[in-house]
């Protein structure tokens, strides 16, 4: 089963930027559609970013559209979220998820905090 450990998390103040990472280990990332989703404080888990097995293809939420880019290493085992233009709203525990859609559910990291500060 495959495990996935995020890093990059952290504070930022309003327009600046972070890279979240996620490394995966215990299985092949390129076997799987990767993705991001988010959990601010008192809300659902929300969708952020998805990328199928190779990279070919991108979803990304409405919100982050623009501001946010999901890629993939499959020679690094590794995903990122660049995540630019940041704003308060953008605080939450971010999520690294692999599964078999553009919104995969399947496997998920511990997450890792992201504040953003006006």
């Known amino acids: 089963q495959v495990q996935l450990v995020e890093s990059g998390g952290g504070l930022v103040q309003a327009g600046g930027s972070l890279r979240l990472s996620c490394a995966g280990s215990?299985?092949?990332?390129?076997?799987?559609?990767m993705g991001w989703f988010r959990q601010a404080p008192g809300m659902e888990r929300e969708f952020v970013a998805g990328?199928?097995?190779?990279?070919?293809?991108?979803r990304y939420a409405d919100s982050v559209m623009g501001r946010f880019t999901i890629s993939r290493d499959n020679a690094k085992n590794t995903v990122s979220l660049q995540m630019n233009s940041l704003k308060p709203e953008d605080t939450a525990v971010y999520y690294c998820?692999?599964?078999?859609?553009?919104?995969?559910?399947?496997?998920w990291g511990q997450g890792t905090q992201i504040t953003v500060s006006a």
């Open positions: 215990g299985g092949t990332l390129s076997s799987y559609a």
């Open positions: 998820t692999a599964g078999y859609s553009l919104k995969p559910d399947d496997y």
């Open positions: 990328i199928s097995r190779f990279g070919a293809t991108r």
